[in-house]
């Protein structure tokens, strides 16, 4: 089993179980993720348009900035509406 350290917090770290990639993205929503970092939403756009160009469904999230977590509320709404999320980090 792999396990994935859960990077949302350093002063109390959860590890959860890797939830296995779907085979497809046919039927699928994926949600980008803007971490707030400079140019990656340069980066998700052009993901943007490559998934719609192959009639992926897509959703769109940001954090207003790179260095606080992300609300609470706003996660559990990126991971009730998408079944793949996809974080974009750049610099």
Sequence with gaps: MTILHDPTSERSPLMRPRVAPPSS?????????????????????????????????VIRASKPTNAKPADPDLVQDVARRAHVVVEALAD
């Design 25 to 57: 993205l046919d039927g699928k929503t994926v949600a980008l993720f803007d971490l707030g970092k400079i140019r990656s939403d340069e980066f998700l756009d052009h993901l943007q348009a490559r998934l719609v160009e192959r009639g992926i469904d």
